[in-house]
Nanobody, 126 residues
Framework: QAQLVESGGGLVQPGGSVTLSCAAS????????MGWFRRAPGKEREFVATINWRGDSTYYADSVKGRFTISRDNAKKTLYLQMTGLKPEDTAVYYCAQGRVPLGTIETREDQYAFWGQGTQVTVSS
């Protein structure tokens, strides 16, 4: 069973930046689409960004488009989420997720993901 471990969260001032990382345990990482989701206090978990298995196609939620960048390093089995221009409404627990289907492309639904990390807290506040 794949394991995903997120890191990089913390307290950030509005307008600031932070980069999240997600380290995967299995070599199958390189063949699967990956995604980032988040759960804000009192809200349902929502899609943030996804990247295909090769890393050359991405898709973002409208709320983060132009501010967040998803990327991956298949050799290091690591997924990233670079977050800039952070707003208080970006405060949430951020989860990385690994797709189910080999050679996965753009996947925005939770049911398209088989494994999830434990989450990392990002708090945007002055």
């Amino acid at each position: 069973q794949a394991q995903l471990v997120e890191s990089g969260g913390g307290l950030v001032q509005p307008g600031g930046s932070v980069t999240l990382s997600c380290a995967a345990s299995e070599r199958t990482f390189a063949l699967l689409a990956m995604g980032w989701f988040r759960r804000a206090p009192g809200k349902e978990r929502e899609f943030v960004a996804t990247i295909n298995w090769r890393g050359d196609s991405t898709y973002y939620a409208d709320s983060v488009k132009g501010r967040f960048t998803i990327s991956r390093d298949n050799a290091k089995k690591t997924l990233y989420l670079q977050m800039t221009g952070l707003k208080p409404e970006d405060t949430a627990v951020y989860y990385c997720a690994q797709g189910r289907v080999p050679l996965g492309t753009i996947e925005t639904r939770e049911d398209q993901y088989a494994f999830w990390g434990q989450g990392t807290q990002v708090t945007v506040s002055s």
